[in-house]
């Protein structure tokens, strides 16, 4: 993933096991005259990285409490069953196993759940309590270069998410080889890391993910993602990361 922030645990009814995505598990062992195989778990549920009340009112602590406690720990769930039944995934970094179990387009039955755990993981980063308004430093300035203006990139991000058919994921990303910023929607549990693209923002258009504040207002939904919740910190932090595998040209000599 392009940027891991730090993720805090916190008691709550929905405690999650606290494993990183680098493929924990327990092989079979004698115990006296028996032998015991337990799998705790390839990968484990990432909690939020703030408190399930902390973007109200703009989403409710209900809404996270059904999306991230039941629908994205139900990707993991089902995940870790599916690579349960074979070691040849075994060990892969989460990136890794998206990659890979996209199979050149051709999906492996495990990319759904791999890719949405990858793309829900991004997206409890890509907000924060007190979110919106624009960023600043070389992320904007790369925007108002590659689209013109900030304006311009909020108009084409929220179109594409208002005008995606069906479920679905609205991105920013940095592609790698056109050496600039792009929107991009993707259908169901696709994401651009298997395109080579370096995502820096995502937002969730699956109908689970604003049903129950916002019932079938998907345009209400984007506006307060975009004036409340978008995390500009985050996808500063991922952008100067990407800057780091992506040449975007000469640096800038100071003025004296």
Request: aromatic share 12%; net charge negative; charged share 20%.
């Amino acid at each position: 993933m392009a940027c891991q922030l730090l993720l805090t645990d916190f008691t709550l009814p929905l405690k999650s096991l606290k494993l990183s995505h680098s493929g924990q598990r327990l092989k079979g062992r004698s115990i006296g005259s028996q032998k015991v195989s337990a799998t705790v778990a390839y990968y484990g549920l990432k909690t939020p990285p703030y408190n399930l009340d902390d973007l109200e009112p703009y989403m409710s602590k209900r809404a996270l409490e059904v999306h991230w406690g039941v629908h994205h720990r139900d990707f993991v769930d089902n995940l870790n069953k599916q690579l349960g039944k074979s070691d040849i995934l075994y060990g892969y970094t989460m990136d890794e196993l998206v990659k890979a179990t996209y199979n050149n387009g051709n999906p492996l039955p495990e990319f759904n759940n791999a890719a949405e755990v990858w793309n829900h993981d991004f997206f409890w980063e890509s907000m924060q309590p007190g979110g919106g308004d624009m960023p600043n430093l070389g992320l904007l300035e790369q925007i108002e270069k590659d689209f013109g203006s900030f304006t311009n990139f909020r108009e084409m991000f929220v179109e594409a998410a208002l005008s995606l058919f069906g479920s679905g994921w609205v991105w920013l990303v940095l592609k790698r080889q056109e050496k600039r910023l792009a929107v991009v929607k993707t259908s169901n549990s696709i994401n651009p890391i298997v395109w080579d693209d370096i995502p820096i923002l995502n937002l969730d258009m699956w109908e689970h993910s604003y049903y129950l504040d916002y019932k079938n207002d998907k345009a209400r939904y984007v506006s307060t993602f975009m004036n409340h919740l978008v995390s500009w910190n985050a996808a500063m932090i991922r952008m100067a990361r990407a800057e780091a595998f992506v040449n975007l040209g000469e640096p800038k000599i100071p003025i004296a």
